[in-house]
């Protein structure tokens, strides 16, 4: 069964840097696209990029580069850092595995909710 | 950026319902379509990729159909454990999006 969880700081200031680590269990992360989508309180999902076991990735460009996405294979872990945060960037982050060419999204770690303040 | 507009953003409906929920893209994302259903507290779930394709373990009173820049969610025979927020999303073109959510309650 693979299974995702989020770690990271809960409580970040505002101009800091936002860290978040998902690890992966039950899956290898050479494999599939690896996510981070997140979801500000009462609102909808914004998808923020997504990292492929190559190395490669790609960002919401809302996030004008401020969102860097890497990869741990030895630890089997992906991770998010969001620079210069706002209390816009105030959300539950979910990191998720993109699972083939249909662009699905098919296991998501829990969340892990993020206070810029 | 694609913009995915689902309607309606709530719904009312009874146990043993059948419901519909639409989502139209701005542009055409071919089948790049997944629906998700989300409960309080908790992350989103599969429910159909590829517009029409059932997730696996997915009950089969979910289905999913459309193509281009319209696609539809129907739940036939609602049962107690469906109501929740249901989301389309669009995997076609970078920056993938989300549809804003349909909130589906109890009548």
């Known amino acids: 069964q693979v299974q995702l969880q989020e770690s990271g700081p809960g409580l970040v200031k505002p101009s800091e840097t936002l860290s978040l680590t998902c690890t992966v269990s039950g899956a290898s992360i050479n494999s599939s696209f690896w996510s981070w989508i997140r979801q500000s309180p009462g609102k909808g999902l914004e998808w923020i990029g997504y990292?492929?076991?190559?190395?490669?990735?790609n960002y919401n460009p809302s996030l004008q580069s401020r969102a860097t996405i890497s990869a741990d294979t030895s630890k089997n872990q992906f991770s998010l850092r969001l620079t210069s945060v706002t209390a816009a960037d105030t959300a539950v982050y979910y990191c998720?595995?993109?699972?083939?060419?249909?662009?699905?999204?098919?296991?998501w770690g829990q969340g892990a909710l993020v206070t810029v303040s | 950026d694609i913009q995915m507009t689902q309607s309606p953003s709530s719904l009312s409906a009874s146990v043993g319902d059948r419901v519909t929920i639409t989502c139209r893209a701005s542009q055409t994302v071919i089948s790049y379509l997944s629906w998700y259903q989300q409960k309080p507290g908790k992350a989103p779930n599969l429910l159909i990729y590829?517009?029409?394709s059932l997730q696996t373990g997915v009950p089969s009173r979910f289905s999913g159909s459309g193509s281009g820049t319209e696609f539809t969610l129907t739940i036939t025979s609602l049962q107690p454990e469906d109501f929740a927020t249901y989301y389309c999303?669009?995997?076609?073109?970078?920056?993938?999006?989300f549809g804003q959510g349909t909130k589906l309650e109890i009548k």
């Open positions: 998720a595995r993109r699972r083939d060419g249909t662009g699905r999204l098919d296991y």
């Open positions: 990292i492929y076991y190559s190395g490669s990735a």
């Open positions: 590829a517009a029409s």
């Open positions: 999303h669009q995997s076609y073109r970078i920056p993938y999006t």
